[in-house]
């Protein structure tokens, strides 16, 4: 029988459990060559540390996307913040980009925020690369400026960049619902 390219693609999105740890910063290490080939950058990323994994595990807010063999290969971590749900990261490993898994991830906690009644949803990310905040837009979010960002989301901002971050670059996004 021939294996169409859905089926070979398959895989699902979960809530992680304690043993995922293990493999998301491997996972983000590995999409993170995507980035620095866009942005030309020789820098070699830095990895989410493992305790504000463990803090969104503890939250059920981080979700990862699992193969047939519920082998995770893409995640995204987020935190309650300013009585909306911020995401921390997401990320997919370079063989699964471009499939729609980062959609889904942002679909899902989308959900889970309506599920929990959160006042909606909010990041912090690249203004120009184009699979951070264009990606984003094609979701319905926008750009926030200081004075739409709520108290937590405006430090955060502030913290990525007095960190290193580029301001010209950074931006705060959430969606209109």
């Not at 980035?35 to 820098?43: C, I, T, Y």
């Amino acid at each position: 029988m021939h294996m169409g390219k859905m089926e070979r693609d398959a895989y699902t999105i979960r809530l992680a459990r304690s043993a995922d740890l293990d493999f998301l910063a491997e996972i983000e290490t590995d999409a993170f060559v995507t980035l620095r080939q866009v942005l030309g950058v020789e820098d070699e990323g830095r990895t989410v540390p493992r305790d504000k994994l463990q803090h969104s595990l503890d939250a059920k807010l981080l979700l990862v996307a699992v193969d047939d063999l519920d082998q995770p290969f893409a995640f995204l971590a987020a935190a309650e913040l300013d009585g909306a749900i911020y995401v921390v990261e997401i990320d997919v490993m370079q063989r699964w980009q471009r499939k729609g898994v980062g959609r889904r991830l942002m679909q899902a906690i989308i959900e889970t925020a309506q599920t929990r009644g959160a006042s909606g949803i909010t990041l912090t990310t690249d203004r120009h690369v184009p699979f951070n905040a264009p990606f984003y837009a094609s979701l319905g979010f926008q750009a926030l400026d200081e004075r739409q960002m709520p108290a937590g989301l405006f430090e955060t901002l502030k913290f990525e960049i007095d960190h290193g971050a580029d301001p010209e670059r950074r931006v705060a996004m959430a969606p209109w619902f």
